[in-house]
């Protein structure tokens, strides 16, 4: 699936659901982020700034959702929930990078503060850079200290043979091998009822297509408008 036929899917369902957008508006959550990261890589130090659009609305049939350049639709499920969706691999955080998208299906556990522990299974949409990955996701809020909101963020992944081969990672044979690992903590600050500053810092392990990989540390700054 192209990247503009995914939008215009992912804003085909949120138009579909707008009606009932009217009789509660609480359904709907929405946060808009601009991020500065900046990482140590192979080559020195990089940095870019990364826009993102949250958002959650919740339905009688289940939640539409996008975060973090995925997209899709998620349902209750024992213990949390489920989803499926599709993943814009440019602008997704497990991402390598490559112009193409990924179908992926997860599991999600509820933690405490609205936190969530995700695993799930994404496959290369396509013929370029074939290959599938498996996935997990943490947001763990940790409570509030001196009016700041405190969390820990974590994101990884592994990738089969066909993945890693076609993105010249380093490959040792057949089976699921670490891709890319991020562990972050961050630190929240008010600045009135809708703006946030959010300072993190934390560790990142990440494959290079120069068959090496990359590990050190990796810093975030931003702000956040949450509606």
Same mark, same amino acid.
């Given at each position: 699936?192209?990247?503009?036929?995914?939008?215009? %899917? &992912? +804003?085909?369902?949120?138009? /579909?659901?707008?009606? +009932?957008? /009217?009789?509660? #508006?609480?359904?709907?959550?929405l946060s808009i982020s601009a991020e500065l990261m900046t990482r140590q890589t192979a080559y020195g130090n990089s940095s870019r700034l990364q826009p993102s659009v949250d958002l959650q609305y919740r339905t009688r049939f289940g939640a539409l959702y996008v975060q973090d350049g995925e997209g899709g639709w998620a349902l209750p499920a024992p213990g949390g929930w489920m989803s &499926? #969706?599709? /993943?814009?691999?440019p602008a997704w955080s497990l991402g390598g990078g490559v112009s193409q998208s990924l179908s992926i299906a997860r599991y999600g556990l509820d933690l405490p503060r609205d936190g969530s522990l995700s695993f799930g299974y994404a496959s290369r949409i396509g013929d %370029?850079?074939?290959?599938? &990955?498996?996935?997990? %996701?943490?947001? /763990?809020?940790l409570g509030d200290w001196m009016g700041q909101k405190f969390s820990v963020l974590g994101w990884a992944s592994l990738a089969n043979q066909k993945r890693r081969l076609g993105l010249n990672h380093s490959d040792d044979g057949k089976g699921w091998q670490l891709e890319?690992?991020?562990?972050?903590l961050v630190m929240s600050h008010p600045m009135g009822q809708h703006w946030t500053l959010d300072l993190g810092t934390g560790s990142r392990w990440a494959a290079e297509n120069t068959a090496s990989h990359t590990a050190g540390w990796q810093t975030l700054l931003g702000f956040t408008w949450k509606l």
């Open positions: 699936m192209s990247r503009p036929l995914y939008l215009a %899917s &992912l +804003c085909g369902l949120l138009l /579909a659901s707008l009606p +009932c957008l /009217a009789d509660d #508006g609480k359904d709907l959550d &499926l #969706g599709v /993943a814009s691999e %370029s850079h074939p290959g599938q &990955l498996l996935v997990a %996701s943490l947001d /763990a809020p890319q690992s991020n562990l972050l």
